[in-house]
């Protein structure tokens, strides 16, 4: 099972990492990624990550705020959401799956079969 963690509340313009690990076995041979709902919308994609690390990809709407990465001797992987926006406001999610993934189709919420229970970000004054 994932595990996403972290969130909380942040004023604007202000910094918060969540991290997503695995209560059993290693993420490190699973391709990760975030999504993110806010109440009453779609999820929708945040960020991507390969085993390696060395692959990602990013939604436009955080692209130059949001950093995704994995430290595999923690066995976990991060979101490094800095800027932060009210918009940001969601709860957010990790997905995993164990077989490549054509990039083109990461953003598309119906090719990730594991999710992780959700942590909330709140982004206000």
């Known amino acids: 099972q994932l595990q996403a963690s972290g969130g909380g509340t942040v004023q604007p313009g202000g910094s918060l990492r969540l991290s997503c690990a695995a209560s059993?076995?290693?993420?490190?041979?699973?391709?990760i990624a975030w999504f993110r709902q806010a109440p009453g919308k779609e999820r929708e994609a945040v960020a991507y990550?390969?085993?390696?690390?060395?692959?990602?990809r990013y939604g436009d709407i955080v692209k130059g705020r949001f950093t995704i990465s994995r430290d595999r001797a923690k066995n976990t992987v991060y979101l490094q959401m800095n800027s932060l926006k009210p918009e940001d406001t969601a709860v957010y999610y990790c997905?995993?799956?164990?077989?490549?993934?054509?990039?083109?189709?990461?953003?598309?919420?119906?090719?990730?079969?594991?999710w992780g229970q959700g942590t909330l970000v709140t982004v206000s004054s």
């Open positions: 990550i390969g085993t390696s690390g060395l692959e990602k």
């Open positions: 059993e076995g290693t993420l490190n041979d699973w391709t």
């Open positions: 997905a995993s799956r164990a077989n490549r993934l054509i990039l083109s189709a990461w953003h598309l919420p119906r090719h990730w079969p594991y």
